[in-house]
């Protein structure tokens, strides 16, 4: 594996953990973080940047804590997550070709990506979401992307990839998930209760052992995901409606391909709040000391229904016939009218003429702390 996958395998594998544990991400990563005897995971990322790598014992105990998350079998958990060490800790991307037209796919969460110049193709883990092929309208396609032909291959690599992806999930299960006993009794590839009968909490469908194992986990009618698959409708009170069970032809095949062809590039969207950034970051600019800078970044700035632009400075803090030479420069770039007023305000701090002797906000803040300091000593009651 090369160095510089490790921070990303990190990142998925918290991911998937979070994903596994229902918590949020943040706490996976820090979790992650103390595993590796970090305080946190932003100390993980701070040290990465500064040259530190995981060590290969690190990565498996990382590991080890996402397959623990797992139930294993009555003989132990398995000693090997294999499907898991090959999803995370290699780098999965793989290269082809469809006649003669590149393409890189790639296993992300377990959703399945194909990627050539100019389009993507998205197959969702869930098998009844729709795959979903984008192709980028303003550039020159390398591939013969529009032709059904081309599509049609693309899709079976890809579904093709996905049901790898489902079977290698299913291989670290234990194999009473995947395979019913006569009864039918199935056992939850994570919380490990056994039944015949399951319901989706998310859609309130009930089915079969046979029905849920063949779905890999995944509400046959709805997919949501094995964590909403439960032994019984423990969210139902009386008087709510019973689950449906699903009938074996009630359940969907994977929808027909989504080709979704549109203007991929980014388009600058001017809205009040980026007017507003953008003509306070060049107040801040404006301002020759540190009082301006005060005044720069107190300023009241509002934008109308037309993007015009109204900038209320404080007499205190702004010199009233001073330009802003660079907020009137962007506003006219971005094609913006501007209004200024000056006004009158209480002010955070007093005596705000100090900061016109200095352009450091260290040196203001000191005759700010002294000026208060000294003026409790000598007038204690005025
Ligand atoms: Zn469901």
């Known amino acids: 594996m090369k160095p510089t996958h490790s921070l990303k395998k990190l990142k998925e594998l918290s991911k998937r953990y979070a994903r596994a544990q229902q918590v949020p991400l943040h706490e996976a990563r820090d979790l992650v973080a103390r595993q590796l005897g970090f305080p946190h995971w932003n100390d993980v990322t701070k040290e990465?940047?500064?040259?530190w790598?995981?060590?290969q014992a690190q990565l498996s105990s990382i590991e080890s804590l996402l397959i623990n998350s797992l139930p294993g079998d009555e003989a132990g958990r398995p000693k090997h997550g294999s499907y898991i060490q090959t999803s995370i800790f290699e780098n999965d991307v793989q290269h082809g070709k469809i006649d003669g037209h590149e393409y890189q796919i790639s296993v992300s969460l377990g959703d399945v990506h194909l990627y050539g110049t100019g389009w993507h193709l998205h197959v969702?883990?869930?098998?009844?979401?729709?795959?979903?092929?984008?192709?980028?309208?303003?550039?020159e396609q390398e591939a013969p992307v529009h032709e059904p032909q081309f599509q049609k291959q693309?899709?079976?690599?890809?579904?093709?990839?996905?049901?790898?992806?489902?079977?290698g999930i299913a291989s670290d299960w234990p194999r009473r998930s995947s395979k019913p006993d006569k009864e039918g009794v199935v056992r939850h590839p994570i919380s490990g209760a056994e039944s015949n009968k399951w319901?989706?909490?998310?859609?309130?469908?009930?089915?079969?052992?046979?029905?849920?194992?063949k779905s890999l986990w995944h509400c046959p009618t709805c997919g949501a995901s094995p964590l909403d698959i439960h032994e019984n409708a423990w969210w139902l009170k009386d008087g709510d409606a019973r689950p449906k069970p699903i009938a074996d032809n009630d359940i969907p095949e994977r929808p027909d391909l989504v080709v979704d062809v549109?203007?991929?590039?980014?388009?600058?969207?001017?809205?009040?709040?980026?007017?507003?950034l953008l003509i306070r970051s060049a107040l801040v600019e404006d301002a020759s000391n540190a009082s301006e800078r005060l005044g720069a970044l107190f300023a009241e700035i509002s934008v109308d229904e037309d993007n015009d632009v109204w900038i209320i400075l404080d007499v205190d803090l702004w010199p009233e016939l001073k330009e802003p030479v660079s907020a009137l420069a962007v506003a006219a770039l971005?094609?913006?009218?501007?209004e200024r007023e000056i006004c009158l305000r209480e002010l955070p701090f007093a005596w705000p003429g100090l900061g016109e002797h200095t352009s450091s906000t260290v040196e203001y803040t000191e005759m700010m702390l002294k000026a208060y300091a000294s003026q409790r000593s000598d007038k204690a009651v005025e």
């Open 48 to 51: 990465h940047r500064t040259g």
């Open 53 to 55: 790598l995981p060590t």
């Open 154 to 167: 693309a899709l079976s690599i890809a579904l093709k990839r996905a049901e790898q992806v489902r079977a």
């Open 334 to 338: 971005l094609g913006v009218k501007v």
């Open 199 to 213: 319901y989706c909490l998310h859609c309130d469908s009930s089915m079969t052992g046979n029905q849920i194992a």
């Open 262 to 276: 549109r203007d991929t590039r980014l388009k600058l969207e001017l809205d009040p709040e980026k007017i507003t």
């Open 124 to 139: 969702p883990e869930a098998p009844n979401k729709a795959p979903r092929l984008e192709i980028a309208a303003q550039i």
